[in-house]
């Protein structure tokens, strides 16, 4: 049992670049979460799921997209990187509203 | 908005000692309150959690306690280990909310 599993684990984009952040879980959760935490900072959410097929925005989406085509995975894009989106994001996953959230490891991103 | 704080952004304590970490809230509809600990490069870690319908709640050398009258949470740890050092964050929800909202963290030292 894997849990939370995100890739990469670091990564540096220049401006403008794209890229996808992955996560996948195996618990067979429905609600999944992203977050992004800046330094001495607690985590913001970016885009929230509550099923397959299913997504909403949370307090800061801008620069952001997500899909979830399947229970599992949970997948965070960012189109055109810019300096301010520099950070370390989460995923979580949760069975359903109002109970703990497993978190990923994280992965830290940086845009130069 | 949500207001999640903390009283103390830094905690610094012997080993063998007891801990105690504050946050307050400002939502008057919350109900559903978690503590999560996250190691430095580490996602978060469930901790303990509490609904409003209680004001105490014990786990393994951790207590949270919840004072719905003054919108405060605590956890305390017993017995405080070097591995306890980390930072905490509180986290709320509100009945029906789909996401939680998180504090900014307390990092806890302990001293051993």
């Known amino acids: 049992n894997a849990g939370v599993t995100q890739t990469p684990k670091f990564r540096i984009l220049k401006i403008g670049q794209s890229m996808t952040l992955q996560c996948t879980q195996d618990m067979n959760h429905n609600y999944m979460y992203w977050y992004r935490q800046d330094p001495g900072m607690g985590l913001k959410l970016i885009y929230y799921s509550v099923g397959a097929g299913i997504t909403d925005k949370g307090e800061v989406p801008n620069g952001y997209n997500v899909s979830r085509s399947t229970t599992e995975d949970f997948p965070l894009r960012l189109e055109l990187a810019a300096p301010s989106q520099t950070s370390v994001y989460f995923c979580?996953?949760?069975?359903?509203?109002?109970?703990?959230?497993?978190f990923g490891s994280g992965t830290r991103l940086t845009v130069v | 908005g949500e207001s999640v704080g903390l009283h103390l952004p830094t905690l610094s304590v012997q080993e063998g000692d007891n801990s105690i970490i504050n946050c307050a809230y400002s939502n008057s509809a919350s109900d559903y309150f978690i503590w999560y600990k996250q190691e430095s490069g580490k996602g978060p870690q469930f901790i303990i959690d509490?609904?409003?319908?209680?004001d105490k709640r014990q786990g393994q050398r951790v207590t949270v306690l919840l004072n719905k009258t003054v919108k405060h949470l605590s956890l305390q740890i017993a017995a405080t280990q070097p591995g306890d050092s980390a930072v905490y964050f509180c986290?709320?929800?509100?009945?029906?909310?789909?996401?939680?909202?998180f504090g900014t963290g307390t990092r806890l030292t302990v001293i051993p």
């Open positions: 979580a996953s949760s069975i359903s509203r109002n109970y703990g959230y497993t």
């Open positions: 986290a709320e929800a509100e009945t029906g909310a789909n996401n939680l909202f």
């Open positions: 509490i609904r409003s319908n209680m």
